[in-house]
Nanobody
Framework: QVQLVESGGDLVQPGGSLRLSCAASGFAFMNFAMSWYRQAPGKERELVASIGSRSITTKYTESVKGRFTISRDNFKNTVDLQMHSLKPEDTAVYYC?????????????WGQGTQVTVSS
């Protein structure tokens, strides 16, 4: 069965760092683009970062540029989000998503999320 399992979320002080990881199984990971989204209470889910299937292209939302780095390992079927200089506004549940333009339409898989709390 398809699984995306996030880990690494924690309580961290402003200015601190965290590394999130998403472990994938049950599908052809190397053929999917991967993204990290986040959702804070009362706010819409927003795209944080994305990476192409071969790690050739990466994209970031403006608010995290220079602080977050997305990476993937197609041998381990994992995608990571390294976060530095964390701010209280980074507090959210972080989700990983797999995407592929398949025959008959796009294919999406979502993980269950991991909580990141930035607070002093």
């Amino acid at each position: 069965q398809v699984q995306l399992v996030e880990s690494g979320g924690d309580l961290v002080q402003p200015g601190g760092s965290l590394r999130l990881s998403c472990a994938a199984s049950g599908f052809a990971f190397m053929n999917f683009a991967m993204s990290w989204y986040r959702q804070a209470p009362g706010k819409e889910r927003e795209l944080v970062a994305s990476i192409g299937s071969r790690s050739i292209t990466t994209k970031y939302t403006e608010s995290v540029k220079g602080r977050f780095t997305i990476s993937r390992d197609n041998f381990k079927n994992t995608v990571d989000l390294q976060m530095h200089s964390l701010k209280p506004e980074d507090t959210a549940v972080y989700y990983c998503k797999a995407f592929m333009s398949g025959v008959g339409g796009p294919v999406y898989y979502w993980g269950q999320g991991t909580q990141v709390t930035v607070s002093s």
